[in-house]
């Protein structure tokens, strides 16, 4: 039975509204971080990425790069990054890995790149080359120093979160919020009126948000980092914004003016606001999801122990066969973009083989006890957390979308219920291959695996 005192302890250690005094636990208090943010909203007419070719001149509201770093007692760091923009390509998450451990000294296990997805964010360097005139000048070189500017002020940002690292706590919480539509599974016309006669839409989703909260010693507010699962496409407008996610962002720190609220995108791949294409219900899906955050940070959350094991990996995904010679050639006729790359593609082949792998960035977190929080790169489909929550318990986070965006990963289900027809969206992403090997769910699996064992 427990006695009265381990009860009161249990109550002050579980109550965030508590911070100071005898219930702070020496071990979940010992955590320090650090927070720091630009706005990336381009000052001058720049490329958009997301969908076709799109020029923005001006805002919906601003963009933002927000970054959070930890300290637990031993010592040990980590950084996460959250991004409203559409993904980075490898080049990029290359360059700020090589000067983050240049002149941060953090190794790539430290470091989590995630970003929200917004298809109104702006077009990057070598990443989703069909959905801007990537062949083109002037486009070519203003999104190049624009990207080099992004990465530059990412590593800045990052050296200046750990510059303000003061005592903090951390704690964990889910929220839920339920306006994602499998978008493979549901006809986006008929959403709505499937939803009116009560009827329960199909195909898996996952509507939990996952919420880490940094609070000072005395209790205040200061981060909350949360994701969800699901495409930030409820607009294609010609005006920057950070989508639902960015509206989201906004009431928190409307509610919250101390607190810095970051997203990232979770398991959306195959998931969508639907329906969707106003700014009204754009407002109306960012204020569900800051809703279900912020009941979340008004409940008690778990107190996270300052314990913290990071591990990362490259896992090689295999390609179901490169692009023959023959087929390259005939892609390679005239200057659109998919051309433009198998003219590349055919430049690289003279010199030998194409690679026949795709090195796929993997990572596990282990904070406190048993919060795990698994990133993985690409546009990952929802399954994949599902699986790994099944797997490794409630206490699991995935991000999506981290690291470099290389195309979709897709289950075995649903390279099975594709029929033949290509599920990663390989060419258009550049890859040298039109779909993954059949094993894709193996190799990413097996790699998380490994991973989970090293941080425990
Ligand atoms: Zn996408």
Not at 30 to 56: E, N, Q, V
Not at 277 to 294: N, P, W
Request: neutral net charge.
């Amino acid at each position: 039975m427990k006695s009265r005192h381990g009860f009161l302890l249990a109550m002050l250690l579980t109550t965030p509204a508590l911070g100071g005094g005898i219930g702070r636990a020496a071990e979940q208090t010992a955590w320090k971080a650090g927070l720091a943010k630009a706005s990336i909203t381009p000052d001058k007419p720049m490329w958009m990425s997301g969908y076709g070719p799109r020029l923005a001149e001006r805002k919906l509201h601003d963009i933002w790069i927000k970054v959070l770093a930890v300290e637990a007692s031993g010592g040990h760091r980590a950084v996460v990054v959250t991004s409203d923009v559409c993904g980075f390509s490898k080049q990029s998450y290359e360059a700020i890995c090589v000067e983050l451990k240049k002149r941060c000294g953090l190794e790539r296990s430290q470091f989590m790149l995630t970003c929200s997805h917004t298809h109104t964010g702006p077009a990057l360097r070598e990443c989703l080359h069909g959905c801007w005139p990537w062949n083109e000048e002037p486009a070519r070189t203003l999104v190049e120093e624009y990207s080099l500017w992004l990465e530059d002020t990412i590593v800045e940002k990052v050296r200046e979160s750990l510059a303000q690292m003061a005592p903090a706590t951390l704690w964990a919480a889910e929220g839920m919020a339920d306006f994602a539509v499998n978008r493979r599974n549901n006809p986006e016309g008929e959403v709505p009126a499937i939803r009116q006669r009560g009827e329960l839409l199909k195909g898996p989703v996952d509507h939990s948000i996952p919420i880490l909260a940094v609070r000072t010693p005395e209790g205040q507010l200061r981060a909350a980092v949360f994701g969800y699962a699901c495409h930030t496409t409820t607009l294609a407008l010609q005006e920057w914004s950070g989508d639902y996610a960015g509206f989201a962002m906004i009431a928190l720190e409307q509610q919250h003016p101390q607190m810095q609220a970051m997203f990232y995108q979770g398991c959306g791949a195959d998931q969508n606001p639907l329906p969707r294409r106003s700014v009204e219900l754009c407002r109306k899906y960012g204020r569900m999801l800051a809703e279900g955050v912020a009941d979340a940070l008004a409940k008690p959350m778990r107190p996270v122990a300052s314990r913290l094991a990071t591990a990362f990996d490259f896992v090689d995904l295999a390609y179901e066969r490169n692009l023959a010679e023959a087929e390259l050639r005939s892609l390679s006729q005239g200057t659109s973009v998919p051309a433009l790359i198998a003219q590349r593609y055919l430049g690289q082949l003279a010199a030998g083989p194409l690679p026949q792998t795709y090195p796929y960035p993997v990572q596990v977190w282990k904070l406190g006890q048993d919060q795990l929080w698994i990133s993985m790169g690409g546009e990952v489909a929802v399954d994949y957390s599902l699986k790994f929550k099944a797997q490794y318990g409630p206490r699991t986070w995935v991000a999506g979308f981290s690291h470099d965006l290389m195309c979709y990963i897709p289950t075995l289900r649903i390279q099975k219920e594709a029929f033949g027809q290509e599920t990663g969206a390989l060419w258009a992403y550049a890859l040298p291959a039109k779909d993954w090997s059949r094993d894709v769910e193996d190799r990413v699996t097996q790699g998380v695996a490994r991973l989970v064992e090293q941080v425990k």
